[in-house]
């Protein structure tokens, strides 16, 4: 109960954009999970800091963190915890210019996906599914398109099918993946879709409040 109420805040911390402050939640939380033998849970926590780091620009630190944490859980932690995290450090590699990584953690994480929906699903990760881990291509494939635009058609065609499947319910997540939209559509030249999904991000992330969404939204409106 302390991992899931730790990690509850941590989000809500990081969403408000208090990144230290919601790393030291994550921190603690892990701790908790981790001596309570809850492996699946420890291992989504530290994937969430290394989320974190990455948004602070820290990608080396952020892929060597997702590391340790599927270092630390192997097989054991769930597989939609695995598949997860293999997309978030998919995104590390990519942003780190390691194409060839980033594409086996995406393998990786689709493979798991297959396995995901087992009945014994953890709550916190209950929102995985296609159209979350294609997000998660998305971001991998706007790193990865700054330094070779080859990756743009699979950035977009992952991008475009999340969008369209996109559960209603998960509105501050649609931020987060429109945001990506937008800078997959900037990277390809077309400004018109990029400023709409931007602009589209700009107004779900102030009216829910998320200063993490909003930032980002404004970032890649000034593209």
Not at 35 to 42: F, R, V
Not at 172 to 186: D, F, K, Q, V
Not at 200 to 207: D, G, L, N, P, Q
Request: charged fraction near 20%; hydrophobic fraction near 45%.
């Amino acid at each position: 109960m302390a991992a899931d109420t730790g990690g509850f805040v941590g989000f809500l911390t990081y969403d408000l954009g208090m990144s230290e402050n919601a790393a030291a939640h994550y921190r603690d939380a892990a701790a908790d999970a981790r001596q309570a033998g809850d492996l699946s849970s420890c291992t989504h926590l530290i994937g969430q800091m290394s989320r974190i780091l990455a948004d602070q620009g820290y990608y080396r630190r952020a892929r060597t963190l997702s590391d340790s944490a599927l270092g630390l859980s192997g097989t054991k932690a769930h597989p939609a915890v695995r598949s997860w995290l293999h997309a978030v450090r998919a995104h590390h590699h990519a942003r780190l210019g390691n194409a060839r990584a980033s594409q086996s953690d995406l393998n990786t994480a689709w493979n798991l996906l297959e396995r995901a929906d087992d009945g014994e699903k953890p709550p916190y990760i209950g929102y995985l599914g296609p159209a979350e881990l294609g997000k998660w291509v998305g971001h991998a494939m706007v790193g990865l398109v700054q330094r070779n635009t080859s990756f743009l058609s699979t950035g977009k065609n992952a991008l475009d099918e999340a969008r369209a499947a996109w559960p209603a319910a998960m509105v501050r997540g649609s931020a987060e993946m429109l945001t990506a939209s937008a800078r997959i559509y900037a990277a390809s030249g077309d400004r018109d879709t990029a400023a709409d999904l931007a602009a589209r991000s700009v107004t779900i992330a102030t009216a829910t409040g998320s200063a993490r969404n909003l930032r980002a939204a404004l970032a890649a409106q000034a593209l």
